[in-house]
């Protein structure tokens, strides 16, 4: 396998487009590094805005490595108004989390560096680590945007490799939050109190049901009109009123992309799951927003 690995931060596109036209068909993946704290929106967007990379490379996934020893430290550091916390927004993009360093902490430390990004972003799949050991089919072949892939992040069970570990999630069928039984399931591991958090977490819904097209279409259409900067990520299966498919979709910032997938099975239940990543999410009006689509 060839990899070549770029550090971003310079002129990304030049440096993807050359690669490209020098060595086409020359490598399998390229890892491109973010230089120091930065925030991976803008390499994401790059993917979808550039024409002359497009249609040679397609994004495969972000993956983030967090120190389990100090990430508190920055996750929780108050940033000046206007400001973003970088620690924050590395994880709200990631598909793959990886909580290294594990040996330098404690359970109790490392659940709750957890239990933190999992608020954060719910979506990833996260892999605790002692020097950052991971399979390569871990951080390569991710297909994190990809929308054949969506049910991976949307599902409901643990995204999370537990060897020594088990949560139990409640896996009811009402549009829920997710969070809301998951904070309550830990409530004795961490006491903070997440909806005082204004900044970034992840809502998740799931609801059984049919969506009527017109009334989802306009929702989406809005919700990303008026919040597609604060809504970070976004993934979802939908079920929709008198179509065999299942629709899938997934967005970030104002980019998004649906197509129809497979069949829905006749056992099987039409429900929707829909996670969002985002700053200042009120789940109860995006709870309401989706509930008014239903037919
Ligand atoms: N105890 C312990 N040490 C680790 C682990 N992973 C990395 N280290 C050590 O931590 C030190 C710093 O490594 P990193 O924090 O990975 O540094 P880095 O991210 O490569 O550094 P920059 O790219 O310059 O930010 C090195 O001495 C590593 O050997 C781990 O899981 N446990």
């Avoid at 490379?57 to 970088?86: Q, S, W, Y």
Wanted: some cysteine; aromatic content about 6%; hydrophobic content about 35%.
């Amino acid at each position: 396998m060839d990899v070549s690995v770029v550090q971003s931060g310079g002129d990304l596109v030049r440096m993807i487009s050359e690669l490209v036209s020098k060595k086409k068909g020359r490598f399998d993946h390229i890892v491109i590094e973010t230089t120091g704290l930065a925030n991976p929106a803008p390499i994401i967007q790059t993917f979808y805005a550039e024409d002359d990379i497009f249609n040679d490379v397609k994004l495969d996934g972000v993956v983030t490595l967090v120190d389990a020893k100090h990430a508190r430290l920055h996750l929780d550091e108050v940033k000046p108004e206007g400001f973003v916390n970088e620690a924050v927004e590395q994880i709200a993009y990631a598909d793959r989390i990886i909580v290294n360093k594990t040996d330098l902490v404690g359970e109790q430390e490392l659940d709750s560096v957890m239990q933190r990004i999992k608020t954060i972003n719910s979506m990833a799949h996260m892999k605790r680590t002692k020097y950052g050991k991971v399979d390569l089919d871990y951080v390569l072949g991710i297909g994190g945007f990809d929308l054949e892939r969506i049910e991976n992040s949307v599902n409901e069970e643990e995204k999370e490799d537990h060897d020594d570990h088990h949560h139990d999630h409640d896996h009811s069928h009402d549009c829920h939050d997710h969070h809301k039984e998951h904070d309550h399931e830990h409530g004795h591991h961490d006491s903070h109190d997440h909806t005082h958090d204004p900044g970034v977490s992840s809502v998740s819904l799931v609801c059984e049901g049919d969506l009527d097209l017109e009334k989802a279409n306009m929702w989406l259409g809005a919700l990303l009109y008026q919040r597609s900067e604060d809504i970070y990520r976004m993934k979802g299966i939908l079920s929709v009123q008198d179509m065999e498919e299942r629709f899938v979709f997934q967005g970030v910032h104002e980019i998004f992309e649906g197509s129809p997938d497979r069949l829905w099975q006749k056992d099987e239940t039409r429900t929707n799951k829909i996670v969002f990543i985002g700053k200042n999410l009120n789940r109860e009006e995006l709870e309401m927003g989706f509930r008014a689509c239903l037919v």
